[in-house]
């Protein structure tokens, strides 16, 4: 072995490879040393350009999400205004004063309504430009207790519409922002600002009991508000709630919208005419749910010149996976076009919903004056169909051609302005039927002085149809209209007496049709 080294050690070949590596050897490791200098030297160079921590310069720790520490230095108005609330939320101010600043309040809610306003306790779940609106409504209204949920912080695109946020504000956790700036309004009113990110795994925490220290803690939320914008959050955040019978309205998007006379309440089985409405939707009816959730939401709908989801850029492509261009898992990539006024619009049409549920103030929204045409002409052909069953049962034959006194004007007089949208029974507004109260002394019979004129007409009249819900009339069919119960012996007192009042209203309305 060794004379074989000794052979080709003295070879020329080995020598100029030996020659080849050492000096790669040598030219690399001074590349690296330049390299490691080079870093020492931009090291040197950046830490040298940070400003030493002083009464000037302060230091904070970055959140998880990257945002701003929540504490952050106060101007003086600021640490007066934060001094006068600590002392309020304690009990050190005037009752007297606050009364008189809810004093539009107090008369138009009556004492008892604000009184329950002024105990309660509600969550806001997104704190940009429809949450911010939100929450400073009900803290303006008289809500003592707001949880704020939000993990972002405020950028300078949010200053054309959020409701609180200054220049001073950007680049701070939004739910700091918010109970800063509320604090300065209300001082009296306790905020739990939560700069967390609300998902499934963390809902039972965040959604928890009121846990601050005074003699409410442990009261449950009386409303939740979901203003959230990514659809995986908002889809968790409504399940939760319906599957906990905790009480929660969602707002849909506002992005792309410019009409606000269009902007709606109803429940989510009848949204229409919006992206994330839809998504949402379809979402839950796989976990589920597909009604009893209040939602927000405009009926505009798109067309020519009108702002639509800004495409991303070719470039932005070429950089890879689009889901990596998202400050977070899931969240959206591309920017959407939003007038300022439209989410404010979103907020205070979920706070003034909340507001009026808290205080036991009566409201009544219209599931169709912004335009619900499809919902009507379901009702009219849905009612068409339970009438002719009814006649099929009652005369033994399918009748061809039957007529009923009903047209599409009548179905909007009745579904909307005497039932409001809504069942009598159930309150609930999806898949509605009109439905005879009671059954006809003579049964569900084609009018025989029609029929010697060749017509089959069901003589039938407006005030006596009552809307129900599908699962509702065929319960009623059974029951009532083909069994021998009254409709005293099915339902409640108070349902019969709402029925009633109704119907009265009705035939009262109808003289001036």
Request: overall charge neutral; charged content about 25%; some cysteine.
């Amino acid at each position: 072995m060794s004379s074989w080294i000794q052979r080709n050690a003295s070879s020329q070949q080995t020598q100029l490879a030996a020659t080849a590596v050492i000096s790669g050897a040598a030219v690399a490791g001074a590349i690296f040393g330049y390299q490691a200098f080079k870093r020492k030297e931009a090291i040197k160079e950046l830490k040298a350009s940070i400003p030493t921590i002083d009464e000037k310069h302060i230091a904070g720790k970055l959140t998880k999400f990257g945002g701003a520490d929540p504490a952050q230095q106060l101007s003086k108005e600021d640490e007066r205004s934060a001094a006068l609330a600590r002392r309020a939320q304690m009990g050190d101010y005037d009752d007297e004063l606050i009364l008189e600043q809810l004093a539009r309040n107090r008369v138009f809610l009556t004492d008892e309504g604000l009184a329950k306003l002024r105990s309660s306790f509600v969550i806001v779940v997104g704190c940009g430009g429809v949450g911010s609106h939100a929450a400073a409504s009900l803290a303006r209204s008289g809500v003592s207790k707001i949880r704020l949920i939000d993990f972002d912080q405020v950028t300078l695109s949010s200053l054309n519409r959020h409701a609180l946020a200054t220049l001073a504000d950007v680049g701070t956790p939004k739910v700091h922002c918010i109970r800063k700036r509320l604090e300065q309004i209300t001082p009296w009113t306790k905020f739990d600002s939560r700069n967390e990110l609300f998902g499934g795994s963390v809902a039972d925490g965040l959604l928890a009991p009121w846990s601050m220290d005074d003699s409410d803690k442990g009261r449950k939320p009386d409303y939740v508000l979901d203003c959230i914008d990514n659809i995986t959050s908002k889809v968790e955040l409504l399940h939760y709630c319906h599957s906990r019978s905790i009480p929660v309205i969602s707002s849909m998007g506002a992005g792309c919208k410019s009409d606000p006379t269009c902007v709606t309440v109803g429940d989510i089985s009848t949204s229409t005419d919006d992206p994330l409405s839809r998504s949402t939707r379809r979402r839950l009816k796989i976990l589920g749910v597909s009604t009893g959730v209040p939602v927000v939401f405009s009926t505009e709908k798109p067309g020519p010149g009108k702002a639509s989801l800004l495409p991303l850029a070719e470039e932005e492509f070429a950089k890879g996976q689009v889901g990596e261009l998202s400050v977070l898992p899931d969240f959206r990539s591309r920017i959407l076009p939003v007038l300022g006024t439209m989410p404010a619009v979103f907020g205070y049409t979920v706070a003034n919903h909340v507001i009026c549920e808290i205080a036991g103030y009566p409201r009544d929204y219209s599931i169709a004056r912004k335009g619900k045409d499809k919902i009507y002409d379901s009702v009219f052909t849905s009612t068409q169909g339970y009438m002719e069953r009814l006649v099929r049962v009652d005369v033994g034959q399918h009748v061809i051609g039957l007529r009923i006194p009903i047209t599409k004007d009548d179905v909007v007089f009745l579904v909307d302005e005497i039932w409001r949208g809504k069942s009598a029974i159930s309150g609930l507004p999806g898949r509605l039927f009109l439905v005879p109260w009671e059954r006809p002394a003579r049964g569900f019979v084609p009018d025989p002085e029609w029929e010697k004129k060749g017509q089959k007409f069901l003589p039938l009249e407006l005030k006596d149809l009552v809307c129900m819900t599908k699962e509702e009339s065929t319960q009623h069919e059974k029951e009532v209209l083909l069994g021998e119960k009254k409709p005293e012996d099915l339902y409640d007192e108070k349902t019969i007496q709402k029925i009633k009042e109704r119907m009265e209203e009705a035939g009262f309305y109808e003289r001036y049709r």
